[in-house]
């Protein structure tokens, strides 16, 4: 990207991304566009496409017949960082309902699909109270439904920390029951009744605060071309990838990778990658 050479107000500065962006993945802008994407006024947008013209003249060129600036041969991003992955998970979090489509930059969306994810029925006032106490640092009593009883039960948690699996949000905290740190499903709290300040720190929640790195690589039964395309799939360098995450995330990692059963009880074309390490600690993450 090229730099910028004087600095732009901050609302300005998102103005031009968004040009740029319709500019980069949807091959052109027009007035009308950032009008309706920042309740800014007509005359507003044209100012900000004459700016981005004068900082980036090679970029755009206005097509009469469209009544619209399209990107030009010579297109180079000036002000964004294109990014594939941040493009396909805007489409993903619109057609799934996670982000509302006036919240995305996102004009012309390409038919998708994907596998439905079952909604999770986490309440609004159960979410708040959590994270009210997480900022004061308290914990809060409440009535949880465990699969490990038939019925729920009272028991206080100090929460410190909000985790997803993939699938589910819980939060992490430590529990006054069980006197260790653990994952509780914010769907499955049905109450929450008092506070009081926590005696716990989330310094000591171990499995949280430290990082491992899971390396995987092409499952070893498949043929050299199949392992290419997999080391394609995953960003693989020398036949294998370098994930870092939290230990106490590790098996909803492994689960989410598929790799939670044995690699012979799949197929090699089904399972398509393995585990080479058990995750050490990562010095650098720590």
């Known amino acids: 990207m090229r730099n910028v050479e004087t600095a732009l107000k901050w609302g300005v500065e998102r103005r031009l991304e968004f ?48 009544k619209r600036y399209v990107a030009s041969s010579e297109f180079q991003p000036c002000f964004l960082k294109p990014d594939a992955g941040q493009y396909l998970n805007q489409l993903r979090s619109v057609a ?22 079952p909604a999770r029925g986490v309440k609004n006032d159960t979410l708040r109270t959590v994270l009210e106490a997480i900022r004061h640092n308290e ?10 009883s038939d019925d729920p039960r009272w028991r206080w948690i100090a929460p410190h920390a909000i985790g997803f699996d993939g699938y589910r949000w819980h939060v992490r905290a430590f529990c006054d029951v069980d006197k260790t740190f653990k994952d509780f499903l914010l769907s499955r709290v049905l109450e929450i009744k008092s506070f ?24 070893p039964d ?17 036949g294998r990838a370098r994930l870092r995450v939290r230990k106490a995330l590790r098996y909803y990692a492994l689960r989410r990778l598929g790799l939670d059963t044995p690699p012979e009880a799949r197929r090699p074309q089904d399972q398509q990658i393995v585990l080479l390490n058990e995750g050490g600690a990562d010095e650098d993450h720590r």
């Open 196 to 219: 009081r300040p926590s005696e716990v720190s989330p310094e000591d929640d171990a499995d949280w605060n430290e990082y491992i790195t899971l390396e995987i690589g092409p499952h």
């Open 19 to 66: 040009i740029e962006f319709r500019l980069y993945w949807e091959g052109g802008v027009n007035r009308s566009d950032i009008v309706e994407a920042f309740d800014v006024s007509v005359p507003q947008a044209s100012k900000d496409l004459t700016l981005y013209q004068e900082r980036a003249p090679h970029n755009a060129v206005y097509d009469k017949s469209a």
């Open 139 to 148: 914990a809060v009593e409440i009535k949880y439904q465990s699969l490990s």
């Open 96 to 117: 799934e309902g996670i982000l509302a489509s006036s919240e995305s930059w996102i004009a012309r969306s390409p038919p998708y699909a994907g596998p439905p994810v």
């Open 222 to 238: 498949l043929s050299e071309s199949q392992k290419r395309i997999i080391g394609l799939d995953y960003g693989m360098r020398g």
